[in-house]
T-cell receptor
Framework: RKEVEQDPGPFNVPEGATVAFNCTYS??????FFWYRQDCRKEPKLLMS???SGNEDGRFTAQLNRASQYISLLIRDSKLSDSATYLC????????????FGTGTQLKVEL | EAQVTQNPRYLITVTGKKLTVTCSQNMNHEYMSWYRQDPGLGLRQIYYSMNVEVTDKGDVPEGYKVSRKEKRNFPLILESPSPNQTSLYFC??????????????FGAGSRLTVL
């Protein structure tokens, strides 16, 4: 089983739709979680952190479910500019620093 | 402007010809790291550095070397490149390692092709 797994998609959604992605992780000791956004052929950029209590940033909501070992990203009122690949990152800070990236979920928002 | 700068951005080379991909950051970050990104495999860490003169292997270090003689620079060296090192490479930095290394600033990427 991969350490961090994501559905590669693509998720094709109409503008204005709500879409959600999940990311599962295998290491129960993982301590920090993040979502990064990567546009085609560009570098990843931090989208948001994922806190245990859940957190929201405008149209984006991130949640963590430690019991089931997954994180989620919800995008409301999708815009064309949201089209990108969304990478989840799981950080295990015990015994040094180890960041593990998921392979990403591709989102395409269409007119 | 705060940034991570990689060079070259694009390179086509031949098997066995040593090359270096430079990485420089102007944010006084302690932590720096190299990743390669391949279709279906995502971003995989090659090497990382918690601070000057401190480097450690990531998940896929074979065939690569790094050095961290100065805080701002973290070059990636391919002593004898092979075709399986054809990939998109990213350098990244963060204010510190440990739990702070999650807030990564990435360079624009270096697309390397080894023939």
């Amino acid at each position: 089983r991969k350490e961090v797994e994501q559905d590669p998609g693509p998720f094709n959604v109409p503008e204005g739709a709500t879409v959600a992605f999940n990311c599962t992780y295998s290491n129960s000791a993982s301590q920090s979680f993040f979502w990064y956004r990567q546009d085609c052929r560009k570098e990843p950029k931090l989208l948001m952190s994922v806190y245990s209590s859940g957190n929201e940033d405008g149209r984006f909501t991130a949640q963590l479910n430690r019991a089931s070992q997954y994180i989620s990203l919800l995008i409301r009122d999708s815009k064309l500019s949201d089209s990108a690949t969304y990478l989840c990152v799981v950080v295990d800070t015990g015994g040094g620093n180890k960041l593990t990236f998921g392979t990403g979920t591709q989102l395409k928002v269409e007119l | 402007e705060a940034q991570v700068t990689q060079n070259p951005r694009y390179l086509i080379t031949v098997t066995g010809k040593k090359l270096t991909v430079t990485c420089s950051q102007n944010m006084n970050h302690e932590y720096m790291s190299w990743y390669r990104q391949d279709p279906g495999l995502g971003l995989r860490q090659i090497y990382y550095s918690m601070n000057v003169e401190v480097t450690d292997k990531g998940d896929v270090p074979e065939g690569y070397k790094v050095s961290r003689k100065e805080k701002r620079n973290f070059p990636l060296i391919l002593e004898s490149p092979s075709p399986n090192q054809t990939s998109l490479y990213f350098c990244a930095s963060s204010p510190r390692g440990g739990s702070g290394a999650n807030v990564l600033t990435f360079g624009a990427g270096s697309r390397l092709t080894v023939l």
